[in-house]
């Protein structure tokens, strides 16, 4: 309705009886807000751009990093291990010279170790060192280490990797814990600001009906029909109300730059998101199946991404406790080997040799390997506690998180019907004002009760979507999967009739009041 239906509703006016309440009551049928050009910012916008650049989960991501380097490091332990040793003797009672390398692999085979070498021994060696001296080829020799005992079923290269690889996926599962966390935030953060998006509306729209108002107010105080106190009572209506808009605006510019945090450009900037792409409601209000809550728990404590780091560290610590246990047995390790030397030299030096042995040795008291083990096992207590103790709070939190969302549920259908009744109200007491029963200070009181009912609907919808995104989280689940539904852009004011909630998504709607009077007999603007 533009201002050119409005000249047509005031001229049919004039020739009312009480042609100043016509007046008065004119601009309410005009207060329209044009379409916003921006789109709304939607929650999955929001979540993408956290994923995508927030820093606490850049530096989530450095310790998965970090994580998969000490895994790449742990298979070191199996690399193959060159070891070259020369000795030259030329002056002395025997000179000699000796040459010496050795390549050793570790396999995971049960700790079994492989070696192959090289040697060559020339001069003149002393008789209890014969074992020096080769041919002039030099001495070719392989072997094997197999422990029978402590270093057999778990050593510590094996350890190593096995906990690397653990805490690798552990430290994705943490990342993944933290973009759940940050997610939660985000969730509050946007809601909040489109709170206050809808919260700066309402408080423009009862600024704009008072000032309407006001302007209809001196047009008839200058031609003499109403007393010029009553444009003082109105003028400072219009003064609180703009008090009450600057409290809004800056209720939303804080929101916003909270919101920013997670809101980043592609440079990684914060944005702060101007009232133009507020959204223009809330998802239609969903309840929860009680029925479904103990299956959605047990679900929950399959994929809650903290539980599961939990459970990565508790089970390297269950590795450390298994080599711990391994290394109080005796180092017992058989060796066997065989060797052949090539070229000229003597002819006792001609033979294949074939020879095996075995290896013992132990610390008697075993105070090191005991002392570990506590350490480990300690640990590893520690650890189950810990997790035992998050297995039990993420039962709390669901169940805590579902009676948030059925309290918050019921909070919406009560404000929906407070404010079908402020409006109700609201019309009421304007019908009476057109008939003379009535005054502006109460109809100010009926507008103002009609925008708290506003207010208190959406604070009741944003807390809706904050108990949400609780229970989503909770159960290990994105916030964002409950998006925004679909609604168009509805405007918004005051001293209207509410459109109803069903079929509509849960849109707070303050609608527009489409209602022409019939001059001479004041009727109902309908």
């Known amino acids: 309705m533009g201002p050119r239906i409005t000249d047509t509703i005031i001229t049919a006016l004039f020739g009312a009886r009480r ?105 003149s060696f002393p008789v209890y060192k014969g074992e020096l001296a080769t041919l002039s080829g030099g001495e070719l020799r392989a072997g094997v280490e197999l422990p029978i005992w402590r270093g057999g079923p778990i050593d510590a290269r094996r350890a190593k990797i096995q906990a690397a690889r653990l805490r690798e996926g552990g ?42 108002r006001d302007a209809g107010l001196q047009e008839l105080a200058r031609a003499g029909a109403i007393e010029p106190i009553k444009l003082v009572d109105n003028r400072r209506l219009v003064l609180d109300r703009r008090a009450k808009v600057i409290g809004a605006a800056r209720e939303f510019e804080q929101r916003a730059i909270k919101l920013s945090l997670y809101l980043r450009d592609d440079e990684r900037r914060p944005v702060r998101v101007g009232e133009g792409r507020v959204p223009p409601g809330f998802p239609a209000p969903r309840g929860l199946d009680q029925g479904e809550l103990e299956a959605e728990i047990e679900r929950a404590l399959q994929r809650r991404p903290d539980l599961e780091a939990l459970t990565a560290e508790r089970d390297a610590a269950a590795v450390s406790v298994r080599l711990a246990r391994n290394q109080r047995a005796p180092d017992i390790k058989l060796q066997s080997y065989v060797a052949r030397d090539l070229g000229d030299g003597p002819d006792e030096l001609r033979p294949t040799e074939w020879g095996a042995g075995v290896y013992v040795a132990m610390p008697l008291p075993l105070r090191e390997a005991r002392g570990e083990l506590r350490v480990a096992q300690a640990e590893l ?28 549920a019921r909070r919406v259908a009560l404000a929906r019907e407070q404010i079908a009744a402020a409006e109700q109200l609201a019309e009421a007491e304007r019908t009476r004002l057109a008939a003379g029963a009535s005054d502006l200070v109460i109809v100010n009181l009926r507008e103002q009760a009609a925008a708290d009912a506003a207010r208190e609907l959406i604070d009741a919808h944003a807390d809706l979507e904050r108990a949400r995104a609780d229970f989503l989280v909770a159960t290990g689940r994105s916030p964002g999967v409950a998006g925004l539904a679909r609604a168009r852009r509805i405007n918004m004011f005051l001293c209207a009739c509410h459109r109803r909630a069903a079929g509509r998504g849960g849109v707070l709607v303050i609608a527009r009041a489409r209602r022409v009077a019939a001059p001479a007999r004041g009727r109902r603007m309908a």
């Open 171 to 212: 430290a994705r599962r943490g990342r993944d814990a933290v973009q759940l966390e940050l997610e939660r935030e985000a969730s509050y953060a946007f809601w909040d600001w489109v709170a206050a998006g809808q919260q700066l509306q309402v408080a423009r729209a009862l600024l704009e009906i008072a000032e309407r």
């Open 381 to 408: 207590a520690a650890v189950e506690a810990k997790r035992r103790g998050l297995r039990d709070k993420i039962g709390a939190e669901i169940r805590a998180a579902h009676v948030a969302v059925e309290a918050a």
């Open 19 to 123: 042609l100043w309440l016509a007046l008065l009551l004119a601009p309410l049928l005009l207060l329209a807000r044009p379409a916003a050009a921006e789109s709304p910012l939607t929650l999955a916008e929001v979540l993408g751009s956290l994923e995508r650049t927030h820093p606490d989960l850049e530096v989530a991501a450095r310790g998965v990093d970090k994580a998969a380097g000490a895994a790449f490091a742990a298979r070191g332990g199996f690399d193959p291990t060159l070891a070259l040793r020369a000795k030259w003797a030329p002056v002395g009672y025997y000179p000699n010279g000796q040459v010496d390398a050795i390549v050793t692999q570790a396999t995971p085979l049960w700790g079994t170790s492989l070696f192959a070498g090289y040697r060559l021994g020339w001069g």
